[in-house]
């Protein structure tokens, strides 16, 4: 299996299904809907989508079964990208090298368009009932998994651990809290969606669980090198010169090779939570992987 021709194969999959599941732009209202598909087509990576695609095919059912679902999860991505680049959270004015949400359709649109496309995302996931093979029972299991992993146990959790941390001492633990919660909590729940509406076992569940644990606490430290490294090479620093301790990272807290090191091991744990699947869990393993040479 070739990793890049799977990815950018199920990214173009993904976006004809994302323009599928949102109203068009000539609907009203039009400034919503295009506020929408602003950000939802800004050029994400759709990892979370490839993760519930992947986490079905690693107990052996088709893709297929899954888009609506897998949709959602991006939906749901797309809003907290755009709720945590308002004056309010980070103020950011670009995103993925566009413009944010705010900037071009103002704050109070880009609050709804968030809005909008966090509910469009459960809308959605009821809409995985009429594809044939998935129960409703497993429907009705998936609302609640997205439900933990986006809400205050999960990402929402995450992101105001992060705002409580701000300016204070770094602490290891927290740190930790904040990156399981604000990035991983939504991993683990794409991956436990997809399995659980491919009809996995629980023990399936549990371990495609800890799998994505592990790699979004891998993906966050590889998050955080890359910009560590970027910044340098802007700034024309050496890298690991730049003490970033506004912010708890990996790199400001254990200095570069730790962090890389770290990544390496979360790597090789989440791989290993893997153990039991067979061949069919070759794009999660690969990935994984994938995270130790990734550079962007
Ligand atoms: C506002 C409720 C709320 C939550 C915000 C996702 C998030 C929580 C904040 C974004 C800031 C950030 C750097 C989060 C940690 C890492 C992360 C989730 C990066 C973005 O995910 P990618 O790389 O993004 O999958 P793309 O652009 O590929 O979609």
Redesign the pocket.
């Known amino acids: 299996m070739r990793l890049n021709e799977y990815l950018s194969e199920r990214q173009k999959l993904i976006n004809e299904e994302l323009d599928r599941y949102l109203p068009g732009e000539e609907e009203f209202p039009n400034i919503l809907h295009k506020a929408m598909r602003h950000s939802v087509f ?7 989508p490839i993760l519930v695609m992947a986490g079905a095919e690693s107990v052996g059912k088709d893709k297929e079964l899954v888009l609506p679902t897998a949709c959602a999860f ?1 939906f749901i ?10 004056p309010a ?2 103020d950011d004015d670009l ?2 090298g566009q413009p944010t949400c705010h900037k071009v359709y103002g704050e109070a649109v880009a609050i709804l368009a ?1 809005d909008a496309l966090l509910t469009r995302a459960f809308e959605v996931i009821s809409a995985n009932l009429s594809v044939p093979g998935v129960s409703a029972a497993a429907v009705a299991r998936v609302v609640s998994i997205a439900a933990q992993g ?1 809400g205050c146990a999960g ?2 959790g ?3 651990a ?1 705002m409580e941390a701000e300016g204070k001492p770094a602490d290891k633990d927290n740190m930790v809290y904040i ?1 399981n919660h ?2 991983g909590a ?1 991993f683990r729940a794409a991956l436990c969606a997809g399995a659980v509406l491919a009809g996995a076992g629980d023990s399936e569940v549990a371990a495609l669980d800890k799998y994505g644990q592990y790699f979004g606490l891998a ?2 430290i590889t ?1 955080d090198i890359l910009d560590v490294e970027g910044e340098a090479k802007i700034l024309g620093k050496p890298v690991g010169s730049d003490e970033k301790n506004a912010k708890a990272t990996y790199p400001a807290l254990y200095g570069l090779e730790m962090s890389y090191r770290m990544a390496e091991e979360n790597v090789a744990k989440a791989v290993d939570s893997l153990r039991h699947f067979t061949v069919k869990a070759e794009p999660l393993r690969q990935l994984a992987r994938f995270l130790l040479t990734r550079s ?1």
């Open positions: 800004a050029g994400g990576k759709r990892i979370r991006e991505h797309t809003y907290s990208l755009i709720h945590d680049d308002l959270m980070d995103r993925r968030g986006s990402m929402v995450g992101q105001v992060d990156h604000k990035t939504l993906f966050q998050d962007y």
